[in-house]
Nanobody, 115 residues
Framework: VQLVESGGGLVQPGGSLRLSCAAS????????MSWYRQAPGKERELVAV????????NYADSVKGRFTISRDNAKNTVYLQMNSLKPEDTAVYYC?????????WGQGTQVTVSS
């Protein structure tokens, strides 16, 4: 199983970024997928989750109305569109696949929101 994030970078407050997570090594369309983030000195927190077919999503209160999670099961990819970014969105963003007997994390992509 591999989860490879991309799309992070430096953006000014109010700007946008689109993160991608390319998945391989498992039946992507069978799993819920999530994005987490971890800011310096803070615990990792759930940002958004999407159901296996993409019909259901859920968001942390801090990103509702600004972030959108989506997926393309034909491309084995999950996305996180981030708009109206704020300095407090600065963090390493991780793609996550739950599962039994184990779950999987990507390596993370840095998002920095600063002027």
């Amino acid at each position: 199983v591999q989860l490879v994030e991309s799309g992070g970078g430096l953006v000014q407050p109010g700007g946008s970024l689109r993160l991608s997570c390319a998945a391989s090594g498992f039946t992507f369309r069978s799993y819920f997928m999530s994005w987490y983030r971890q800011a310096p000195g803070k615990e990792r927190e759930l940002v958004a989750v999407i159901s296996s077919a993409g019909g259901s999503t859920n968001y942390a209160d801090s990103v509702k109305g600004r972030f959108t999670i989506s997926r393309d099961n034909a491309k084995n990819t999950v996305y996180l569109q981030m708009n109206s970014l704020k300095p407090e969105d600065t963090a390493v963003y991780y793609c996550y696949r739950p599962g039994v007997p184990r779950d999987y994390w990507g390596q993370g992509t840095q998002v920095t929101v600063s002027s």
